[in-house]
């Protein structure tokens, strides 16, 4: 039944038709849990908070099924303004970003040129990029972003490896001299390029960190698991790592808790914060990887008093209570 739920989810993630009608509520039904904010001053002053807190940030400025070349460039000059708020601010924060959102699905040559004029940018101000990757047909598009890019500006860029990849491994050695987000994965791929199991996804993740922990310039921990967190503490100890070396990174709005405790602890901690209108993909999914969650979000889903659409925005902000739990 899990599976199921995690599938349907994963479908409703990639409808157009239900992201465009989900941004007519807004962030009213309480998906502000886990968003923050709709604008640019909003998501600044979160970061200001998690910064009084030892956290840092990565902000993503949320876009979906972007197709068009006036959405990806009005996405681009967006994130420029991101940049440009995190360096007037004064905030520790770094960004993120998709792809897909500067126009990869439109036009390799054109998202470069979006990429590498944020990058230039980010280069003037010292500010991280982080390019997220997203399905497995963006993979390697962004794996040569990433080069181009860290061939102009050396050190400013960083990604993501995803553990449910068959070829997870050869990615991480291939880039371990980048710094490196090690995740387990959150888009529905097809057995012949990932692994579908949640036990071999798990042990594929732990290896992945120990080998990046040991071997890559600097590993994001990005997990709300306690027992893997549990186990990459007790692992650094042991391997003499130091705490310049990695850090654990989670979602806004997730284990909040854990995630000011491990700050207090010592070790680096960055949030991950999302912000915008399209928060629509990034809830289905965040949905989909939380199974323990799907029953209770699926009777406020298809229930008497409301339609579908509601339900979905219900949804995410019962996943933002639970989540905290």
Aim: aromatic share 12%; glycine share 6%; net charge negative.
């Amino acid at each position: 039944m899990a599976e199921l739920l995690k599938n349907f989810f994963l479908t409703l993630s990639n409808n157009r038709t239900l992201n465009a009608g989900a941004q007519k509520f807004g962030l009213k039904l309480g998906a502000q849990s886990v968003v923050a904010g709709t604008n640019i001053d909003e998501a600044i002053e979160t970061i200001r908070h998690l910064n009084e807190q030892g956290i840092e940030a990565t902000i993503d400025n949320l876009g979906e099924f972007v197709h068009d070349r006036a959405e990806a460039t009005a996405a681009k000059e967006q994130i420029l303004a991101v940049v440009e708020a995190i360096h007037a601010s004064g905030v520790q924060s770094h960004i993120s970003i998709k792809p897909s959102q500067v126009g990869l699905d439109i036009d390799y040559d054109f998202c470069l040129e979006n990429v590498l004029e944020i990058a230039e940018k980010a280069y003037e101000y010292g500010i991280f990029i982080n390019l997220d990757q997203e399905n497995y047909s963006r993979l390697h598009p962004t794996f040569s972003i990433l080069e181009a890019v860290h061939a102009k500006y050396p050190g400013i860029v960083g990604t993501v490896i995803q553990a449910y990849f068959h070829e997870a491994m050869d990615n991480l050695e291939k880039y371990s001299d980048y710094r490196l987000r090690i995740v387990k994965g959150a888009y529905k791929e097809p057995a012949d390029v990932a692994y579908t199991d949640k036990a071999d996804i798990d042990a594929n993740y732990v290896k992945l960190l120990e080998y990046s922990l040991l071997h890559a310039k600097y590993t994001s921990v990005a997990t709300h698991d306690h027992t893997i967190i549990a186990h990459i503490k007790k692992f650094v100890k042991e391997h003499d790592i130091s705490n310049d070396k990695f850090e654990f990174q989670m979602l806004y709005g997730f284990r909040s808790d854990m995630q000011k405790e491990l700050a207090k602890e010592g070790y680096h901690f960055t949030t991950y914060v999302p912000f915008g209108e399209d928060w629509y993909g990034y809830f289905m999914r965040r949905l989909a990887e939380r199974p323990q969650n799907l029953a209770l979000v699926t009777k406020q889903v298809f229930n008497k008093k409301t339609n579908t659409l509601l339900g979905l925005a219900a949804g995410a902000f019962l996943i933002g209570r639970l989540s905290k739990r």
